[in-house]
């Protein structure tokens, strides 16, 4: 049986991060601001992150900005979902 619950659609930065590190059982977070109207920030370690995943190829955390789902499933499944990957 699969039992997919859905998480969010249309991420940001911190997205395509905790994405990467979901299979460590990490995440992050913005750093807290002073003021409520200033902008979120990313840790530095977080940027550094986004920019290694973009110059080495890895494109599955940058799909997670457009559609995010927590995916449990029988592990021959759980592959075969992994492989697909739409090519325009």
């Keep these: 049986m699969i039992k997919a619950t859905y998480i969010d ?3 940001n930065d911190l ?8 299979s460590f059982g990490k995440k992050s977070d913005w750093i807290q601001r002073v003021y409520s109207g200033e902008p979120q920030l990313l840790h530095n370690k977080d940027i550094k992150l986004i920019h290694y ?9 940058f799909n997670h900005v457009f559609t995010t789902f927590h995916v449990k499933a029988p592990i021959f499944v759980a592959r075969q979902l992994q492989k697909h990957e739409y090519m325009p």
């Design 53 to 61: 995943l973009a110059k080495h190829n890895h494109k599955s955390p």
């Design 15 to 22: 997205t395509i991060v905790n994405s990467a590190r979901v």
């Design 9 to 11: 659609h249309m991420g």
